[in-house]
């Protein structure tokens, strides 16, 4: 009796639900819908500056649709081929919002259970990937064909990613499942994410100096589009949404892989091949001549630089009973293999194409890079680790 009484309907209960979805659906929804209000507002500031007229607020809109799409991981068919390249910045505001949507829902309706969490995370996704959905059929054209299938899936995958962050957070539930965890395991988290920061952030400087030591080529593309005041500053939007993308590139000469625009165009520490580019003044970055740039040879500290930072974060963050220096060493390693499939999945996801032939393949090698910066992490890594275990434990 008192089990078929517990399964009874319980009106506060339903209510409580109910307003929970509700919940989890404006909030979701309104990622969306600001998300947009806010790229294609700055999409028709763009075009109104063009002296010529630029495009129509009709055009503006639908440009703003399609580069949401692609931050969300969708692709494009332009005619010339595919187009599925992710500008990582947009990508990463759209995760933010997305987490803190959850965590907002999480924390009104006091979603602290598993299943109460699964099913925020679940409504996060569903109504995420269906306005992906909804919003590629309405910025389809005969110009840029919308691929469906691939705008749900990449949508549906950011949701879960960010949605479910943000719900573990806010929720406890992840710290619950910190604290089931060894003791050396705890810290690897926080550990692989300063080097991944680090990471980032130098390759970020290494793009910075290449684009500036190349001042006059980038005024050159830019003079090549037009000069005017709508093309630079829509050049420069669209070169800070891929700013971490080039980074990504970086990495990818830092490991030692390299990376390619198109077939013809290759950069590595073993040699340069120029071909043919987009114009696109973020590519001044690349080599002018085929002779391998003093720069790139000097990235190659990165993977290290990395490394040092997560085994010195690991070493800290270890706890009394966690052993000592030969132990912080060992999970070290652990730390610098970790960052090397951080580094993997980073390159895998800035890559993409740009149309067939040619420009079917732009980024660095995820795999070779993976296991170029495992291997350099590693070992600094390792090293930085027990130092950081010995001092902390004079």
């Given at each position: 009796m008192v089990s078929l009484l517990a399964r009874l309907p319980v009106p506060g209960r339903q209510q409580s639900a109910a307003r929970g979805a509700?919940?989890?659906?404006a909030a979701t929804a309104a990622v969306t819908l600001l998300g947009l209000v806010g790229l294609g507002l700055a999409v028709v500031v763009v075009q109104?500056?063009?002296?010529?007229?630029?495009?129509?607020?009709g055009g503006s809109v639908r440009v703003a649709g399609r580069l949401w799409l692609l931050a969300n991981g969708g692709g494009l068919d332009l005619g010339s081929g595919p187009v599925v390249l992710a500008p990582l910045l947009l990508t990463l505001a759209v995760a933010v919002g997305l987490s803190r949507a959850a965590r907002g829902v999480t924390r009104v309706t006091g979603a602290a259970g598993a299943g109460a969490a699964g099913v925020v995370v679940a409504t996060v996704v569903a109504?995420?990937?269906?306005?992906a959905v909804l919003l590629a059929l309405a910025v389809d054209g005969p110009g840029a064909r919308t691929d469906l299938l691939r705008c749900a899936a990449g949508a549906a995958v950011l949701a879960l990613v960010a949605g479910g962050w943000g719900v573990l957070r806010e929720s406890g539930l992840a710290d619950a499942a910190l604290d089931r965890l060894p003791g050396p395991v705890r810290p690897l988290l926080p550990a692989v994410l300063a080097g991944l920061l680090a990471a980032g952030g130098l390759c970020c400087a290494v793009v910075a100096v290449a684009v500036g030591a190349d001042a006059a080529g980038y005024?050159?593309?830019e003079e090549s589009l037009g000069g005017s005041a709508a093309g630079v500053l829509g050049l420069l939007a669209l070169g800070a949404l891929l700013l971490p993308n080039a980074a990504a590139a970086a990495l990818g000469v830092a490991a030692g892989p390299g990376f390619s625009v198109g077939a013809a165009t290759v950069v590595s520490v073993h040699g340069v091949s120029l071909g043919p580019v987009p114009a696109l003044p973020l590519l001044a970055a690349l080599p002018d001549t085929q002779a391998v740039p003093l720069l790139a040879f000097a990235s190659q500290a990165v993977p290290a630089l990395a490394g040092l930072v997560a085994g010195t974060v690991l070493g800290r963050r270890m706890g009394d009973d966690d052993g000592?220096?030969?132990s912080a060493g060992l999970w070290g390693v652990l730390t610098g293999l970790l960052l090397g499939v951080a580094s993997g999945l980073a390159v895998a996801v800035a890559g993409g194409s740009l149309g067939d032939g040619a420009l079917a393949d732009v980024g660095a090698p995820p795999v070779a890079t993976a296991l170029a910066v495992a291997l350099q992490a590693g070992i600094a890594a390792a090293l930085a680790a027990a130092v950081a275990r010995?001092?902390?434990?004079d």
């Open positions: 509700g919940l989890t659906v109104a500056l063009d002296p010529t007229g630029g495009l129509p607020v109504v995420h990937a269906l306005l005024a050159a593309v000592g220096s030969v010995w001092r902390a434990r």
